[in-house]
């Protein structure tokens, strides 16, 4: 009977290549046109009951006090949840982040379609702003795992395009599934969307900080255990630096909502009866606004890549004030879609900018958190905006509002310009610092394999 000589020594393998495992960009952009997908099919069907929820309140009796109470409600919830379900996607994944915002949204319909009084309804929109509130800082988080520096407007204006598309489409959609099927077919249909997007979320997205990668991040250069370090992370040590640069883009997020939340009860009024317009002249402006937002985030998402953030984020400012000024000066319909439609593009200019600048200045372990803070910022907007209007509008004429929205936009454009100072070099070097110790960290591991390999076969043919 044979036995071998070396018991233990074993096959000796060598490792003879070191592997990027970085995505390719072909990988990055199925990803992104995947994750733009199924948001675009949530979002769409997010817009389809939108026309609905007035005329259902109208069957049980309320108007506009309960349509504002329900607005309130949602944006309040977003408020207050969109921090901690960011926090949910950096410490379980991006994934069932975003599978948990498509699975309250699918069973909220069917809530909608049972609902059977006001309060049911308030209630139950409160539950949406909550539970979906995680859906875009889960979704910009992959945006962040998965490209580089240089092409993350790109990407941020693709996935924001899709958010844009739903909104537009939406609303069409259910306004002709309601008045040719009655109140049921717009939450079935929306249902419907949540689902086949939650299909194709499970399917298609893969997951971009799995448990290995936030194991891996959390012990990169640094010893002990890891459930300490994550309780050493405080939530105001997970805030990028300087503060003070983070700061300036909440107000930038919080003055766009805001200015357009603050206008817009007055604007539809002013349209209505001061120019004598209908109802399909309002829907015209606010669909070549909205288009233009839409496409234009597609296509012009990649200038701040390539000519920076902080320039394009200044420009988009300014190009988007000439709506709120052309509400004050513009008489004539064609004139202001016009208006409309140049002023969309100035907003696509900008959130693609903006959201790639809380990507560069964040670490990767907390980008859905401070995304979170970003919606926070954002649904504070139009929490406020309605309040304040609704608390001047007895004794200011639409005009005055008008003005009044101008004149902050015009002075966020020069906090803009002076106050904002973009750290993006500084992000860029720290990464490419880090890739260049995980490189080096690779060879020396393939050199270390290399002479174990060496060693162990000069033993064997020794022994032997």
Do not use: C
């Amino acid at each position: 009977m044979n036995q071998d000589p070396n018991p233990g020594l074993g096959k000796v393998i060598p490792a003879v290549e070191v592997y990027d495992t970085r995505m390719t960009h072909s990988r990055i952009r199925s990803i992104m046109l995947l994750l733009a997908g199924s948001i675009a099919l949530m979002m769409t069907g997010f817009g389809i009951i939108l026309p609905v929820f007035a005329r259902r309140l109208g069957e049980f009796g309320s108007g506009v006090e309960a349509l504002g109470l329900m607005t309130m409600a949602f944006a309040l919830t977003q408020f207050l949840m969109a921090p901690f379900m960011g926090s949910f996607a950096d410490r379980f994944g991006r994934k069932p982040g975003i599978l948990l915002a498509l699975v309250s949204f699918a069973f909220i319909n069917v809530g909608f379609l049972l609902a059977k009084s006001t309060t049911t309804f308030i209630l139950l929109r409160a539950a949406e702003g909550a539970l979906t509130a995680g859906l875009f800082p889960a979704a910009m988080g992959i945006v962040g795992d998965v490209s580089p520096e240089d092409e993350r407007g790109r990407w941020a204006g693709l996935l924001m395009g899709g958010y844009g598309a739903g909104y537009v489409l939406g609303p069409v959609l259910g306004g002709f599934l309601y008045d040719s099927w009655g109140f049921a077919m717009p939450f079935i249909i929306s249902a419907t969307m949540a689902v086949l997007a939650l299909i194709a979320a499970i399917l298609l997205v893969p997951e971009t900080r799995g448990k290995e990668v936030r194991k891996r991040e959390l012990l990169l250069g640094r010893r002990g255990d890891i459930k300490e370090i994550q309780e050493k992370e405080t939530f105001w040590a997970s805030l990028p630096r300087p503060l003070y640069t983070f700061g300036m883009l909440l107000f930038i997020d919080f003055v766009l909502v805001f200015a357009f939340a603050f206008i817009e009860p007055q604007m539809i009024f002013y349209f209505y009866d001061d120019l004598g317009w209908s109802t399909v002249d309002f829907g015209l402006v606010v669909g070549f606004y909205g288009g233009a937002y839409v496409i234009g985030q597609v296509i012009l998402g990649p200038l701040s890549d390539r000519f920076a953030r902080k320039p394009v984020i200044i420009l988009g400012q300014i190009v988007n004030m000439m709506f709120f000024a052309g509400l004050v000066f513009v008489k004539s319909l064609p004139v202001l879609l016009i208006v409309s439609f140049i002023s969309g593009l100035g907003e696509a200019l900008i959130m693609p900018a903006l959201s790639a600048l809380y990507l560069d200045m964040t670490a990767k372990r907390h980008r859905s958190r401070v995304l979170g803070v970003k919606e926070s910022a954002a649904a504070l907007g139009g929490v406020t905006g309605p309040l304040l209007v609704a608390s001047i509008a007895a004794f200011t004429s639409a005009i005055e509002i008008f003005i009044i929205s101008v004149s902050i936009l015009a002075l966020t454009i020069l906090l803009t310009i002076f106050a904002l100072k973009p750290p993006s070099k500084m992000t860029k070097e720290v990464d490419e610092i880090s890739w260049e110790v995980t490189r080096r960290r690779a060879s020396a591991a393939q050199a270390s394999f290399t002479a174990i390999f060496v060693s162990a076969t000069t033993t064997r043919e020794t022994r032997g």
